[in-house]
């Protein structure tokens, strides 16, 4: 542990100059990082906020490289830090320096940088489908609440993973991560492209591919749950961006399209509270989750 007082010593330079842009590179199509970002990083950086998320970085792919933390927060998550490295720099700052440092508190006296883990191909993450475990394939969503809540959503009901259409939002942006309390950062995910032919190649790996979609001729998402109960299938729920919704495209590629009944007058809903729901029809309400097989990295 390094204790450290003056804001302008350089071994907080990347806490404290360090711009999302510069954290992460496209993780589907390499680019150029500054030689600070990329070093020991060779797929990007990500940055983890608050005991909580860090908690579950310690247990996740992606390799610490640094901590800063207040005397006080160090000693709450004394247990992790003992999982890192030796070698690996533990800053202690007091906490009205911090806040100075990083300009805003939502960092709850803790940040960690990482080198972000080696992506997952989406063929690694097609096969061994699970008929208990739904996967969720993401077209074009680029909120970052939107995108950390259906994580979070995603870990709670044990899906098998996230499938990102070429356009989707980083999940690893810092707000993504805060918003998914860390899960985001074990959740195995993947780009899927070309869009959307790649669709195909979830049906090919044995996938059902289910539409979300409020059109009339959607099947209502219970009474699919009901059949799936009887029929067990594994189940890739496809859910479309903020506003418009699914493409034309997507949907056409889709096996089936279903809806989430709702009263009359209200068309829709926000894209994470309807993949949650859908979720727990498909994974949670007519049994508990079972722990995963293989479980997260």
């Known amino acids: 542990m390094i204790h450290v007082s003056d804001l302008a010593d350089p071994r907080l330079a990347e806490y404290r100059d360090l711009k999302e842009s510069q954290l992460a590179r496209a993780f589907d199509a390499p680019g150029e990082l500054t030689p600070q970002a990329g070093e020991g990083s ?6 983890a906020e608050g005991e909580v998320v860090f908690n579950v970085l310690v247990n996740s792919p992606h390799r610490v490289l640094s901590v800063l933390c207040t005397p006080t927060r160090a000693q709450t998550i004394d247990a992790a830090l003992r999982t890192l490295p030796e070698q ?6 007091e906490p009205q320096h911090l ?4 300009g805003f508190p939502l960092h709850r006296g803790l940040m960690a940088i990482a080198a972000r883990a080696r992506p997952v191909a989406a063929s690694d993450l097609l096969a061994h489908p699970d008929p208990a475990r739904p996967l969720l394939v993401l077209e074009h969503i680029v909120n970052h609440d939107n995108i950390g809540g259906l994580y979070r959503s995603a870990a709670a009901f044990n899906a098998r993973g996230i499938l990102l259409s070429p356009r989707c939002a980083d999940p690893l942006y810092r707000k993504a991560i805060r918003v998914s309390v860390g899960h985001a950062l074990r959740v195995p995910t993947a780009r899927l492209g070309p869009w959307p032919d790649g669709l195909r190649l979830v049906q090919n790996a044995g996938y059902l591919l289910v539409a979300l979609s409020g059109r009339d001729h959607s099947t209502d998402l219970p009474t699919l749950a009901q059949t799936l109960a009887q029929n067990p299938r594994p189940i ?28 009359p007058g209200v068309d829709s809903l926000n894209v994470m509270v309807a993949g949650t729901i859908a979720l727990w029809e498909l994974a949670g309400r007519h049994r508990a989750p079972e722990p995963p097989s293989t479980p997260y990295p």
């Open 88 to 93: 690996t720099p533990v800053y202690l700052i």
């Open 99 to 102: 806040e100075s440092l990083v």
């Open 236 to 263: 890739a729920l496809l859910l479309g961006t903020e506003g418009p919704g699914l493409s034309e495209e997507a949907i056409a590629m889709a096996d089936q399209c279903v809806r989430i009944p709702m009263a």
């Open 42 to 47: 060779p797929h990007g950086r990500l940055m």
